[in-house]
């Protein structure tokens, strides 16, 4: 493989809780060993991290990367660009493209698509419809990363609505469910009383009074209850509210039967930013308020909240530019979604520790990922160097993902990614990409 074999050295490592001096060595795409004083084999390159910080790279296990069928958004080369650049080597893609990956064919097609193209490793979820529940009693750990079901409509018309089929799918799931939540019903009655005060032109600020926290909590709390019901494994995606924290358990993800994510952007913005931002902050579930968000970093520091993830749903300008109706939800995250998170961490509001954790270490034991997700000899050497005394701002030109812009232009991060390294290859160094396209399919075990 190209690039590898390096040493790198005088890095501050950040795993497991821990954060301290070592070298690392990268050999075979694998880290080779952790140690202080380490000295360079002859003709092995040196690589001095200068005090910077050595992080598992992040794994994501929620994007749209929009391929097959809406690659006018982002495709899995462009896309996976953007995530390496942002310090992300591993990612899970979403169903809802065209046609959407609902049954096993288009599951294996999806991963013929991908190979050769990631610059990160990548796994794909099976979703879920209200009319193919054998496709999914028969999928395997080995094919998908879990079975995704909108239990509340959203980009894509991927909608599982009857009750029968939710209890089925609850009860027969034979891996990993995950779940959008939010109550359809009490989404459109919101909105028709919207369009009836406002008509066309509702303003950006009732998109978190129409897809309420009333709406989060009905549908979460149904995913829990079934799920409770039926023993299953349940993921919650993308959560908003302060009091959907109640569903959740505190601590390690191991051992756990119900798991939660949060996203970037509702742990950063807040209801207050829709005036200045629009629709580019318009996404499924939305925005809510100060106090949710809040909340919701208390859950991520008490372990409520398991996994911190992206949802990196991009849409053109073009698609955004129409109004409340018209503009699709979701925004692209992946390339400045670990800087987002370290501002929390130059607040003083999380550690880098749990950010690595939430990002890093419990996404790999929630999905069973084989051998990645740690600074561990013998792992796959996915690797982040983060330089925190440097930032950088993050502007629409800047912007790699393929719709050419980004909720934080205008923004000044705190941090830096300096190099990424996926599979001891580097994709990302010093501001740009290297052209390497290491990306691998994930070897994931997410039973049921
Ligand atoms: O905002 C969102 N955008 N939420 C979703 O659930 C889907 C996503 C998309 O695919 O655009």
């Not at 949802?311 to 109004?323: F, I, M, R, S, V």
Request: proline content about 5%; some cysteine; hydrophobic content about 40%.
């Amino acid at each position: 493989m190209a690039n590898d074999g390096l040493l790198i050295t005088n890095a501050r490592l950040v795993n497991e809780g821990r954060i301290f001096d070592a070298d690392l060595r990268i050999g075979g795409g694998r880290i080779d060993e952790i140690g202080g004083g380490l000295t360079p084999r002859s003709g092995e390159p040196v690589l001095d991290a200068n005090g910077r910080y050595l992080l598992p790279g992040c794994i994501d296990d929620q994007v749209h990367f929009r391929e097959p069928g809406l690659t006018h958004k982002g495709d899995i080369a462009s896309e996976s660009a953007a995530a390496v650049a942002g310090g992300i080597t591993s990612f899970m893609d979403m169903p809802n493209v065209r046609p959407p990956t609902t049954d096993r064919e288009a599951l294996a097609a999806k991963y013929a698509l991908a190979r050769g193209r990631a610059r990160a490793n990548y796994a794909f979820y099976l979703g879920a419809t209200n009319d193919n529940l054998d496709e999914l009693r028969a999928v395997t750990p080995a094919e998908c990363c879990g079975i995704k079901c909108f239990m509340g409509a959203s980009t894509g018309n991927m909608l599982v609505d009857d009750p029968e089929v939710l209890e089925r799918l609850f009860s027969d799931a034979p891996v990993l469910l995950v779940t959008h939540c939010e109550d359809s019903p009490t989404i459109r009655a919101n909105e028709a009383a919207a369009r009836e005060r406002y008509g066309d032109d509702v303003p950006l600020s009732e998109h978190p009074r129409i897809r309420s926290a009333e709406a989060c909590y009905k549908s979460s709390s149904l995913a829990v209850e079934l799920a409770r019901r039926h023993d299953t494994r349940l993921h919650v995606l993308h959560l908003t509210t302060a009091r959907e924290m109640e569903l959740f358990t505190p601590g390690p993800v191991t051992g756990k039967r119900i798991t939660a994510e949060v996203c970037v952007h509702h742990l950063y913005f807040d209801a207050s930013d829709y005036a200045r931002l629009g629709t580019r902050i318009k996404c499924n579930p939305a925005i809510k308020t100060a106090a949710d968000r809040e909340a919701l970093l208390e859950a991520v520091r008490d372990g409520r909240i398991d996994v911190i993830a992206t949802d990196h749903a991009p849409h053109t300008l073009a698609e955004k530019a129409g109004n409340y109706f018209e503009a699709p939800a979701g925004l692209p995250l992946v390339q400045h979604a670990l800087q987002c998170v370290l501002e929390h961490v130059h607040d003083g509001r999380l550690s880098l520790e749990l950010v690595v954790e939430r990002m890093s270490h419990q996404v790999a034991e929630l999905f069973g990922i084989r051998d990645r997700g740690y600074l561990r000899e013998g792992y796959w050497a996915d690797l982040v160097l983060v330089d925190m005394q440097q930032g950088e701002p993050a502007s629409d030109a800047g912007e790699l993902a393929r719709c050419g812009w980004t909720p934080f232009d205008g923004l000044e991060f705190r941090s830096r990614i300096a190099t990424t390294w996926v599979n001891g290859v580097i994709a990302w160094q010093d501001g740009q990409l290297t052209g390497a396209v290491p990306g691998q399919r994930l070897a994931c075990n997410a039973a049921r």
